[in-house]
């Protein structure tokens, strides 16, 4: 298995191993393919890495920049992230995620933020210990961790492509 750069021609695996992630999944609205592409249209997806197996995409991680209340610059969201589900559970998507964050620390960014599972996410150093908000979500899920300096504190705004709007 490679992890490499999305590059043109990958979208529609994307979506397809993005969808298929997220079928069914109890937290999911079903849009995150369309997050991706948003995201995507409006220029926003710092990285997007797939993992890819004898020519197909098995899985997807994306990152976006947020804005801080107190104009932090340098930050990350990190997400959809997504396995094919014949694939979840076999570290596909720890790798993703290492690898990304990788990438954004040797790129000088200040630090990533995601909606997600604490249990889940504790292992890659995220942490709910900071003084971040974001409308909509309960602290315990919103987690951050620094790359390169503190986590600042204030109100996290993930880009309008989460919310249906690419602008």
Request: aromatic share 8%.
């Amino acid at each position: 298995m490679i992890l490499r750069p999305e590059r043109a021609g990958d979208e529609a695996a994307i979506s397809a191993v993005t969808a298929a992630a997220f079928d069914g999944h109890p937290h999911s609205d079903g849009s995150e393919p369309r997050i991706i592409e948003r995201l995507r249209a409006a220029g926003v997806l710092t990285l997007s890495l797939v993992a890819e197996e004898q020519g197909e995409v098995v899985g997807h991680v994306a990152f976006s920049p947020v804005t801080f209340s107190g104009g932090e610059p340098g930050w990350f969201a990190l997400g959809p992230i997504s396995v094919r589900p014949d694939r979840q559970g076999q570290g596909i998507g720890s790798r993703l995620v290492r690898e990304g964050l990788r990438r954004l620390q040797e790129d000088g960014a200040r630090g990533c933020v995601l909606v997600g599972e604490p249990a889940y996410y504790r292992r890659f150093g995220f942490s709910t210990e900071h003084d971040l908000s974001t409308p909509g979500v309960p602290r315990e899920y919103l987690l951050a961790l620094a790359l390169n300096g503190p986590v600042p504190s204030g109100i996290v705004a993930f880009h309008p492509g989460f919310f249906g709007d690419a602008a």
